[in-house]
């Protein structure tokens, strides 16, 4: 492992801290590089990014690995912030999360790193990358599995793409749930391609959360007690009004319809709500309302009371802008799917007919966001996913 | 481990026995000292006690002693203090103030007056900008990043010469001259008449004394306009319930200091000599910025091809505590404006380190210091 050079991505939280910290021990030839990505200050949001840089750096000292820092901000700027504002102005709800991952983390960062003489990148996050076997059943479609002889240990699992040499390697790598269920990443993994995961670890994939910690104050890393961060501030739950606001300037404000059709309140621009979101609705007593749609053409918020309006649950699911991670999977598989960051995993079938992807549910799910990602999975393997329609 | 502290410019351990002084007034001392009962009185009593024992230390009144809340506090209250009175005149500063200087000269209509590559002001420059608009002169005692100690006296001598010529001219506007002590008292004396200066700047969290303590000295018939109004304590300058705790923690803090300084500074010039011959040949590849006759508690250094950054995480690690002299090459921030005046380019400066020797410094900690230093660049 010590001619395998490993570029990881220190954020300055306690996951990337671990991830190198672990590759170093292993052997492997560990450079650490900060990504920036963001560094504005935004009103009443002073950017961190120069303490997650200092504390990127102290890892790597702590480390003795060598640092550099990758400036991202005018691809992250183009590919992802662009994209989700676009996204909220057709009134949308979008993962930039997800489209960080695809432009940024494992496309530019990737390249740069290759770039540089890295021969495989590594990231903190909750996911696993194997070698698949193809294992072709009678009338079956090609089933993922990873190799059961190097499920469970990080060394084993990471080491058949180690010795086989990473560039000159035929196989097939695939995309699987972390051991950590609570934590794991895949659903914002899941536009990642085959080729990049060729030269991703992800060490992090075998741990959980808490042994990540305890593993932290072992190696007396600076990052061992730090918060848990949101990423980017503004990605965060409590900015994204702000930043909206700040980006694209006041939304006019306009009618909040009931199911009856009959005016119940104003909202303060239809951007800011979320198809099937509970909260944010200024709107006083009785019952708690839902919102079911909004026409922004019009600059409405449609809303219900009725927790069972039919707005509000679905069976099928229609997909856009499908990614595989590997080959297609065929119509009539039996699936699993999710479409927020660790919601269950409810059973589906696919149905690929003309370019359209439809997931016909076993259980009705509250209604998903027009924009946010369902992601597909058979099994512990990530199939890919798309975006609801 | 046993730490190695190397940063006395930024801040310095409060001494135990001003702590001591200090305790009561945290504690059972409490009464407003502008109350009229007698607990308060005698409070107010202590108050003044710590205004005579600071002008002693200055050689200076006690009415002309103002107490503040730090020396940035200090050089706000001077500049702003002067330029709201003469709105229309200007105020010349030099270029490697310290930023609570040059944020509040930035203000007002203000010109930098440039410094040679040992950062001693040009007093040749210094005399063509003293046009006959400028109200006032702020220049620092001593740099708190590369030490060196500015001639007050010879400044004074031009702006007294200045002066002259106004009275002969029928020009009305004064000229004042104020400075930032904030590094000196440990090592230098404090006698402001002979330095002709009207105004004069003091920290009490660089001389072992609390943080957010201070003096701005200023001389008789200087009417200044104030930056916080209300109770009109400190004679109108400062308003706002005296932090007496503080108060009486500068006093002491700057009477040992003045105690000390004569041994400190021999003691000091030998261990900066020692610093900079160790590094000279342990460390070749380390240029020393600090210049004979500088503050000799400072040895600000650069090595070319380091990441100033990571090699002071990398001390940092093993026990030594120092600054970087100026931000690194990542961050946005612009490079220290005082390296850039004495000439440094920003990739000098971005290799830039700072070590500020105190009380605590012994032979045996510099020893350290340079081998840790050879052993991560050489």
């Not at chain 1, 190799?147 to 469970?152: E, F, K, V």
């Not at chain 2, 944020?103 to 007056?113: D, G, K, P, S, T």
Request: charged letters at 20%.
């Amino acid at each position: 492992m010590k001619n395998t050079k490993v570029y990881v991505g220190l954020s300055g939280g306690v996951d990337s801290s671990v991830t190198a910290a672990l590759l170093k021990e292993q052997g492997y030839d560990v450079t650490g590089v900060y990504m920036k990505n963001w560094s504005q200050d935004l009103p009443g949001m002073p950017c961190p990014w120069k303490e997650d840089y200092q504390d990127a750096k102290r890892v790597a000292v702590q480390l003795g690995i060598p640092f550099k820092m990758y400036d991202f901000q005018k691809e992250y700027r183009g590919k992802v912030v662009d994209y989700m504002l676009a996204e909220y102005k057709a009134g949308r709800t979008p993962n930039p999360d997800v489209m960080c991952n695809q432009e940024v983390k494992f496309k530019v960062f990737l390249e740069a790193c290759l770039d540089d003489g890295a021969d495989m990148i590594a990231t903190g996050h909750y996911a696993r990358v194997k070698p698949l076997e193809r294992r072709t059943t009678s009338s079956q479609s090609p089933v993922l599995t990873c190799r059961t002889d190097s499920y469970d240990s990080l060394h084993a699992s990471t080491a058949p793409c180690i010795a086989s040499g990473p560039k000159t390697s035929e196989k097939e790598y695939g995309l699987f749930r972390a051991k950590d269920d609570n934590k794991d990443q895949t659903y914002f993994l899941y536009r990642v391609t085959e080729d990049a995961l060729k030269h991703t670890l992800f060490p992090l994939g075998n741990y959980t959360k808490p042994e990540v910690r305890t593993l932290a104050a072992k190696f007396n890393l600076v990052t061992a007690t730090k918060k848990e961060s949101m990423g980017i501030c503004f990605v965060g739950k409590v900015g994204i009004k702000d930043f909206l606001i700040h980006e694209l300037g006041p939304q006019q404000s306009g009618e909040v319809i009931n199911q009856d059709g009959v005016v119940v309140g104003t909202h303060e621009g239809a951007i800011f709500y979320t198809i099937g979101q509970r909260h944010g609705l200024d709107i006083g007593g009785g019952l708690p309302y839902y919102v079911i749609g909004k026409d922004m053409t019009k600059n409405q918020v449609r809303v219900t009371t009725d927790i069972n309006d039919e707005n509000l649950w679905t069976n099928t699911l229609t997909l856009s802008d499908i990614h595989w991670i590997n080959q297609t999977p065929k119509s009539g598989d039996h699936v699993q799917v999710r479409t927020r960051h660790r919601a269950p995993l409810v059973d589906a079938t696919l149905d690929i007919s003309e370019g359209t992807t439809t997931l016909t549910l076993k259980d009705d799910i509250r209604a998903a966001t027009p924009g946010q990602s369902t992601v597909i999975y058979s099994s512990k393997a990530v199939l890919g996913g798309g975006i609801v329609i | 481990m046993k730490t190695i502290y190397l940063d006395h410019a930024a801040a310095t351990l409060l001494d135990p026995a001003v702590l001591r002084q200090m305790q009561p007034y945290l504690t059972d001392q409490f009464y407003n000292p502008s109350a009229t009962y007698l607990m308060a009185k005698k409070v107010r009593s202590d108050v003044e006690e710590a205004r005579t024992r600071v002008a002693k230390v200055l050689a200076a009144r006690p009415r002309e002693i103002i107490f503040t809340a730090g020396a940035t506090e200090a050089n706000n209250i001077a500049i702003h203090g002067v330029m709201a009175k003469f709105p229309q005149a200007k105020v010349l500063v030099s270029a490697i103030e310290h930023d609570s200087v040059l944020e509040i000269a930035q203000q007002y209509n203000h010109a930098l007056v440039p410094v040679d590559n040992f950062g001693q002001v040009q007093l040749d420059e210094l005399k063509k900008q003293l046009t006959p608009d400028v109200v006032l002169v702020s220049v620092m005692y001593a740099n708190n990043e590369i030490g060196t100690i500015q001639n007050l006296t010879a400044i004074s001598k031009i702006i007294a010469e200045v002066k002259a010529e106004r009275q002969k001219n029928k020009n009305p506007l004064p000229l004042y001259f104020h400075s930032d002590g904030a590094q000196a008292p440990n090592l230098l004396p404090l006698l402001v008449k002979n330095y002709g200066l009207d105004m004069l700047s003091l920290n009490g969290g660089k001389i072992y004394g609390p943080k957010q303590s201070g003096v701005l000295y200023v001389a008789t018939g200087i009417e200044l306009e104030p930056l916080i109004y209300g109770g009109g304590q400190e004679f109108g300058l400062r308003s706002g319930t005296e932090n007496v705790a503080g108060i009486i923690g500068f006093s002491f803090a700057l009477e040992k200091a003045a105690k000390k300084r004569a041994a400190e500074a021999k003691r000091l010039s030998a261990l900066q000599h020692i610093f900079t011959q160790g590094l000279s040949s342990h460390v070749p590849t380390a240029t020393i910025t600090t210049q004979s006759g500088a503050l000799h508690n400072v040895v600000h250094i650069t090595i070319s091809g380091i990441d100033n950054e990571r090699v002071m995480m990398e001390l940092d690690e093993a026990g030594i505590m120092c600054a970087v002299g100026s931000a690194c090459s990542a961050s946005s921030d612009e490079p220290s404006h005082v390296l850039t005046a004495i000439g440094l380019s920003d990739e000098q400066a971005q290799t830039s380190l700072r070590f500020t020797m105190g009380r605590s410094t012994t032979e045996a900690n510099i020893t350290r210091v340079i081998n840790v230093l050879a052993r991560l660049v050489n």
